[in-house]
């Protein structure tokens, strides 16, 4: 019986070993825009690639959709905004485990213009930070 417990114990941990060894994990943080200290805070990352992520600049605003996937060892990063004047702007980002960077493109859909962009880790996620 005690056997059998143990055993429903360990395939009820598994899901969260695997959440533990999501490729995307490595993107929690805050991140920092050196160019303007606009802030990008994930604090989750699942395995599926869904982000609970934030941006501010300063103030806060929730991204619409925040996504992360792989191409080959590759992470890749999207982010949009819906809010603030912001309607449309896009973060499309890849992470560049050598300098633990995110460097990409951000698309200003207000101007119709698009910027190369690069965020440095500034700190973990903050715990409950919204």
Do not use: H
């Amino acid at each position: 019986m005690a056997l059998g417990g143990l055993l429903l114990a360990a395939a009820c941990a598994q899901p969260a070993a695997a959440q533990a060894a999501s490729p995307y994990a490595v993107l929690e943080g805050r991140w920092v825009r050196p160019d303007g200290g606009y802030t990008v805070t994930i604090r989750a990352a699942d395995a599926a690639g869904r982000l609970d992520a934030a941006y501010a600049n300063p103030n806060p605003l929730p991204f619409s959709k925040a996504e992360a996937r792989l191409d080959g060892s590759t992470v890749f990063v999207f982010l949009e905004l819906q809010a603030g004047g912001y309607n449309g702007s896009t973060y499309s980002l890849r992470y560049d485990a050598a300098r633990d960077a995110l460097d990409g493109v951000y698309y200003q859909a207000v101007a119709q213009q698009k910027y190369a962009v690069r965020f440095l880790r500034a700190g973990p996620a903050a715990a409950g930070s919204r």
